[in-house]
């Protein structure tokens, strides 16, 4: 789809405004265009020498026409709000509904956080479509009543209209094309810019050393010479194109006045037409500047519908066409000969995987560092999706079954994963009212953070920063474990959920977890040996194989 394509679809979205919009452009460019056609009636009264009250009325009217078309541009501005407005929200809650939803394949060599930052772009569009919709409905319909207008004064000008829509033409043919494509390649650059000023506020501390410093600031330079060279090629279109339009004004200006003068001294028009077709010829002239210099925010919203389009364009996880909900209560897992393989890898993950897990069973999952646990845990828990061989819950293929039911019956920790901006509440239960008080204590109890909330002047209330920076890694985690567990689900999918804890800790929360009593299935990949001593089942890994699976 084009970036046109795609901007025309966005503003399909609220065609009414967008009409009502065109209705004032129209009505105020009559009105504007109506003003020279009073000041050539006022011009030739004056000429006659005598005061009347037609000419006090034309005035007037001359007057109210000026008010009138304040009015109607302020009505125009009312539209436009309520138009950004529409689209900030409906941005929004595109970006917040397919961000955690969109297919692995879709996400794999993309910076999460670089695609979220895109919703800025909303930003352009917003203010880029109101001036394009005001400012643009507004020249090009004055252009067009201006060119008919003054073809009822001498046929000549019709040459004039025929100039100036050539003009226009010969700009959007030999330049639209290389404007998008510029300003696109620009656009990329400064999200380059960007996304290395996150990295360097994201390991701000191992920038401080001098030499990391200093290479922090040649590598912002690199970045910044590709933008500037970009923007320069971008600049070097617009330059062009306001190029063109200077060496039009002259000829056409020098011409008209020539002509004009030519036509009041042979007598086919008198000085009030002369005036007035001036008047007109210069809101004419105008309002082609304005379009000129209105493409370099016509080029920058196509560029933010193009970023935004990219992201609303990836693939989301496709939602289950299951009729009859299964409700799961003992969820037991199969895999027959599955294997995975990463996009544009040349070699597979995960090969000829196949095992079974009954309800209840405690399972670690070891091995060296590339072998593929990892994988295996993400496929287990529904985040990844296998290439190749089959997947069964219950007896039921995994692209058969309600994904949204399974996930709600599992808790999970994935490697990186941090408290995000918000009390400490709301990171373990989401706000879920469905969850008690007893529910909630009992969460908190089982991975020693009563004593820690018991400490905080604001208790559970307690704002985190992004990423829980102001708490220590150990409480991190609990909050973490704390919200795994919150629902008592059917199966626990960790992934070194207890590192960062020390050792006593630790192990208290792994027998917790491991418990008897607790009747969940707990998958786990860690490098501490307590939970090897208290898992009932060890699954070796090597290469994306497995290399042993011994139950104890």
């Given at each position: 789809?084009?970036?046109?394509?795609r901007?025309?679809?966005?503003?399909?979205?609220?065609?009414?405004?967008?009409?009502?919009?065109?209705?004032?452009?129209?009505?105020?460019?009559?009105?504007?265009?109506s003003?020279?056609?009073?000041?050539?009636?006022?011009?030739?009264?004056?000429?006659?020498?005598?005061?009347?009250?037609?000419?006090?009325?034309?005035?007037?009217?001359?007057?109210?026409?000026?008010?009138?078309g304040?009015?109607?541009?302020?009505?125009?501005?009312?539209?436009?709000?309520?138009?950004?407005?529409?689209?900030?929200?409906?941005?929004?809650?595109?970006?917040?509904?397919?961000?955690?939803?969109?297919?692995?394949?879709?996400?794999?060599?993309?910076?999460?956080?670089?695609?979220?930052?895109?919703?800025?772009?909303?930003?352009?569009?917003?203010?880029?479509?109101?001036?394009?919709?005001?400012?643009?409905s507004?020249?090009?319909?004055?252009?067009?009543?201006?060119?008919?207008?003054?073809?009822?004064?001498?046929?000549?000008?019709?040459?004039?209209?025929?100039?100036?829509?050539?003009?226009?033409?010969?700009?959007?043919?030999?330049?639209?094309?290389?404007?998008?494509?510029?300003?696109?390649?620009?656009?990329?650059?400064?999200?380059?810019?960007a996304?290395?000023?996150?990295e360097?506020?994201?390991?701000?501390?191992?920038?401080?050393n001098?030499?990391?410093?200093?290479?922090?600031?040649?590598k912002?330079?690199?970045?910044?010479?590709?933008?500037?060279y970009?923007?320069?090629?971008?600049?070097?279109?617009?330059?062009?194109q306001f190029?063109h339009l200077?060496?039009?004004?002259?000829?056409?200006?020098?011409?008209?006045?020539?002509?004009?003068?030519?036509?009041?001294l042979?007598?086919?028009?008198?000085?009030?037409?002369?005036?007035?077709?001036?008047?007109?010829?210069?809101?004419?002239?105008?309002?082609?500047?304005?379009?000129?210099?209105?493409?370099?925010?016509?080029?920058?919203?196509?560029?933010?519908?193009?970023?935004?389009?990219?992201?609303?364009?990836?693939e989301?996880?496709?939602?289950?066409?299951?009729?009859?909900?299964?409700?799961?209560?003992?969820?037991?897992?199969?895999?027959?000969?599955?294997?995975?393989?990463?996009p544009?890898?040349?070699?597979?993950i995960l090969?000829?995987?196949?095992?079974?897990?009954?309800?209840?069973e405690?399972?670690?999952?070891d091995g060296?560092?590339?072998?593929?646990?990892?994988t295996?845990?993400?496929?287990?828990?529904?985040?990844?999706?296998?290439?190749?061989?089959?997947?069964?819950?219950?007896?039921?293929?995994?692209?058969?079954?309600?994904?949204?039911?399974?996930?709600?019956?599992?808790?999970?920790?994935?490697?990186?994963?941090?408290?995000?901006?918000?009390?400490?509440?709301?990171?373990?239960?989401?706000?879920?009212?469905?969850?008690?008080?007893?529910?909630?204590?009992?969460?908190?109890?089982?991975?020693?953070?009563?004593?820690?909330?018991?400490?905080?002047?604001?208790?559970?209330?307690?704002?985190?920063?992004p990423e829980?920076?102001?708490?220590?890694?150990?409480?991190?985690?609990?909050?973490?474990?704390?919200?795994?567990?919150?629902?008592?689900?059917?199966?626990?999918f960790y992934?070194?959920?207890?590192?960062?804890?020390?050792?006593?800790?630790?192990?208290?929360?792994?027998?917790?977890?491991?418990?008897?009593?607790?009747?969940?299935?707990?998958?786990?990949?860690?490098?501490?040996?307590?939970?090897?001593?208290?898992?009932?089942?060890?699954?070796?890994m090597?290469?994306?194989?497995?290399?042993?699976?011994?139950?104890?």
């Open positions: 789809m084009t970036s046109l394509k901007l025309f679809n966005l503003l399909e979205l609220d065609k009414k405004d967008v009409s009502q919009i065109f209705f004032y452009a129209i009505f105020a460019g009559i009105v504007s265009l003003l020279p056609l009073g000041i050539q009636a006022i011009v030739n009264f004056i000429q006659s020498g005598r005061v009347s009250a037609s000419w006090i009325v034309l005035v007037i009217l001359v007057v109210f026409g000026v008010a009138l304040g009015i109607l541009s302020l009505m125009q501005l009312r539209i436009t709000e309520n138009l950004q407005q529409k689209m900030f929200v409906r941005s929004s809650f595109e970006f917040a509904t397919r961000l955690p939803k969109i297919e692995f394949k879709e996400m794999y060599g993309h910076y999460p956080p670089e695609l979220a930052n895109r919703f800025f772009d909303t930003l352009t569009i917003q203010k880029g479509t109101s001036k394009l919709l005001v400012d643009f507004a020249a090009i319909l004055q252009i067009v009543f201006g060119v008919v207008l003054l073809s009822l004064y001498h046929p000549f000008f019709i040459i004039f209209g025929l100039l100036l829509l050539l003009l226009l033409y010969v700009i959007f043919k030999f330049s639209y094309h290389k404007g998008t494509e510029t300003n696109l390649k620009t656009s990329k650059n400064k999200y380059k810019t996304g290395w000023l996150q360097i506020a994201r390991n701000n501390f191992s920038f401080r001098e030499l990391n410093y200093d290479f922090a600031l040649e912002n330079n690199t970045i910044i010479k590709q933008y500037l970009s923007r320069e090629n971008h600049f070097n279109v617009i330059k062009r190029s200077i060496i039009f004004k002259v000829i056409i200006t020098a011409s008209l006045l020539i002509i004009g003068g030519y036509l009041v042979s007598q086919q028009m008198n000085i009030g037409q002369f005036v007035a077709s001036e008047i007109i010829i210069l809101l004419v002239i105008n309002s082609v500047e304005k379009i000129i210099l209105g493409l370099e925010t016509f080029y920058d919203v196509l560029t933010a519908v193009e970023k935004i389009g990219q992201v609303t364009d990836m989301l996880e496709k939602e289950s066409d299951v009729e009859n909900k299964i409700c799961y209560t003992n969820i037991s897992l199969e895999t027959d000969n599955m294997g995975f393989q990463f544009e890898s040349n070699f597979g090969n000829n995987i196949s095992l079974k897990i009954n309800s209840g405690k399972i670690i999952i060296e560092n590339g072998s593929g646990k990892t295996l845990i993400r496929i287990l828990s529904g985040l990844l999706h296998p290439n190749s061989g089959n997947f069964y819950i219950n007896d039921d293929t995994f692209r058969k079954i309600d994904i949204k039911q399974y996930r709600s019956r599992i808790g999970s920790i994935i490697q990186g994963e941090t408290p995000f901006e918000g009390t400490i509440l709301e990171n373990i239960t989401f706000n879920d009212k469905n969850i008690s008080t007893e529910d909630l204590k009992w969460a908190l109890d089982a991975v020693q953070l009563t004593s820690f909330i018991k400490t905080l002047p604001k208790g559970l209330d307690t704002k985190i920063f829980g920076k102001q708490l220590s890694s150990s409480n991190a985690q609990k909050i973490l474990l704390a919200r795994s567990i919150i629902h008592k689900p059917d199966i626990l992934e070194e959920p207890t590192d960062k804890m020390d050792v006593k800790v630790a192990n208290e929360i792994i027998d917790f977890i491991t418990s008897e009593k607790n009747k969940w299935t707990v998958i786990v990949s860690s490098q501490n040996p307590h939970w090897l001593i208290k898992c009932t089942r060890e699954i070796t090597q290469k994306g194989t497995i290399l042993s699976d011994t139950k104890k």
